[in-house]
């Protein structure tokens, strides 16, 4: 269990790795029971009692065991600060990344008769990575030898799951696209090896090879990069080191607005897939025919009518669209995203103040601010509009933005209320992205050479690796010449 801490230190926002520990029992009980033991271990007898009662929110990835109305992690949490932070509710978030991962499965995976070839692809794409991810490395050492000869570079990839980070699926799109010649072209020559595979190889080979060449399948293939290249360009944004709720309205707003784009114009991949099919008015789809063809010519085929009672793009890429418009409001509910929205800097000018009222509605509820912070809040707003600072720094990101107006708390009127408020609208989580990079970290350092490695240790070089110093501000001189002094032998 990896634990990450947001928190403002000396006006900057901050994230820190707290504690790495393994932990057995992954069920609600057996996380909140090890995070209590992580607490009451600590050496400062008044950590805990500061630890629970300035908690200002927690963000999971919304796996089963984490959220829940009853007996999930978040739950058990709220039970246990609730006796330290006057019995108010616990301000929860459901990551951001997985949302938008959930949102576009939530459309990829309906019953929708239009949508039925979408789901396949995936699933295609999925078979090709189970392919040539297998424990055989026959296969994928041929793939590597076939990419050389052809001047290709094949990176990993892997499984396209129901829950991941969109950028990720991206990825593994993207690399089907980049190196589809690679793969037709040794999928065919696995399909003509009676010696070399298994007839079963050569049979999921075939197979792969009639999909890889189908007209519906290419073209729903780059309908989807175009989706979620958006998804990811909103995604990506939740992964800075430290990214707050308070732009995640604008990020979301910038999304549709770039799916509506999508509805009238198409997107760069399915644009340059459609351009290629009207310069060479390719129509073959055998590996024959694709092999008289250059890598440039190597994906053309006809669009505008579907295969094998497949409905063509046509019909299926608008209400595609709309679809994951719509998943989108479902997922990230108004609630929800407007709570910190009104300390965007860019629409700081133009808050109307019903949204004050209910922002300091909120504010009471979760964080016991008192009912004056409305009051407050409006007058902070007006001094810092009229500010030259307003006007120099709006377009800032906004933790920079309000980190900047935490050096000069004139700006804040000078007030401890508004001064908490800042600080408690910076931790806000959007999502869990650094959690999730300490798990591929993780899965480095503890590999199957260091497998070995206890916690400590393993928990000593995370520490490093995200808390620092950095490896160029590591004293070596001076504590080599320590060694030498204390006695040590020099080794050569």
Not at 157 to 183: E, L
Not at 267 to 284: A, D, H
Request: proline share 4%.
């Amino acid at each position: 269990m990896l634990i990450f801490i947001m928190f403002v230190h000396e006006n900057k926002v901050e994230l820190k790795l707290f504690r790495y520990v393994e932990v057995k029992d992954s069920s609600a009980v057996g996380i909140i029971t090890a995070l209590n033991r992580i607490i009451d271990a600590c050496k400062n007898p008044l950590f805990k009692n500061y630890f629970y009662s300035n908690i200002a929110s927690v963000a999971t990835d919304g796996a089963s065991n984490m959220i829940g109305k009853y007996n999930s992690f978040v739950q058990k949490l709220q039970n246990l600060t609730a006796p330290y932070r006057e019995q108010r509710p616990l301000q929860k978030y459901h990551c951001a990344n997985h949302l938008l991962a959930l949102a576009y499965n939530d459309v990829m995976y309906s019953n929708q008769e239009s949508l039925q070839y979408c789901h396949k692809m995936t699933q295609y794409c999925n078979r090709l990575a189970a392919f040539y991810a297998s424990k055989s490395y026959k296969k994928r050492a041929a793939l590597q030898d076939e990419a050389a000869e052809l001047n290709e570079q094949i990176r990993s990839f892997q499984r396209i799951m129901k829950v991941r980070w969109m950028p990720s699926s991206q990825r593994s799109y993207s690399i089907i696209d980049q190196n589809f010649k690679t793969f037709v072209t040794h999928l065919k020559k696995l399909k003509l090896s009676p010696t070399k595979y298994t007839s079963e190889g050569r049979l999921e080979a075939a197979h792969l090879i009639a999909i890889f060449t189908d007209k519906n399948y290419l073209a729903t293939l780059y309908h989807h990069l175009d989706m979620i290249n958006e998804l990811s360009i909103a995604a990506k944004s939740f992964e800075r080191k430290v990214s707050s709720v308070i732009d995640m309205e604008r990020v979301l707003e910038k999304v549709r607005d770039n799916l509506d784009v999508l509805k009238a114009v198409p997107g760069t991949f399915l644009r340059n897939f459609l351009f290629e099919c009207s310069c060479y008015g390719y129509t073959g789809c055998t590996i024959e025919q694709l092999e008289a063809y250059n890598n440039v010519t190597f994906r053309t085929h006809i669009l505008t009518t579907g295969g094998s009672g497949i409905p063509p793009l046509s019909q299926t890429r608008l209400p595609m669209l709309d679809e994951i418009k719509e998943a989108l409001e479902k997922r990230f509910p108004s609630a929800t995203v407007s709570s910190f929205s009104n300390l965007l800097p860019q629409s700081l000018s133009s808050i109307p103040n019903a949204n004050w009222k209910e922002f300091a509605k909120h504010l009471n509820e979760y964080y016991g601010l008192p009912n004056t912070i409305e009051t407050k809040l409006k007058s902070m707003q007006s001094h810092i509009i009229q500010s030259t600072f307003f006007q120099q720094n709006k377009n800032s990101p906004p933790e920079q933005f309000w980190s900047n107006v935490l050096q000069q708390p004139s700006l804040l009127l000078n007030d401890a209320d508004l001064i908490k408020l800042i600080k408690i609208a910076l931790v806000q989580p959007a999502g869990t992205a650094q959690v999730e990079s300490g798990f591929s970290i993780l899965g480095k350092i503890k590999n199957e050479i260091r497998s070995s490695l206890n916690i400590e240790t393993v928990e000593k070089i995370m520490r490093i690796r995200f808390n620092g110093p950095k490896i160029e501000a590591f004293p070596r001189y001076q504590i080599a010449s320590e060694w030498l002094k204390a006695g040590h032998h020099r080794v050569d």
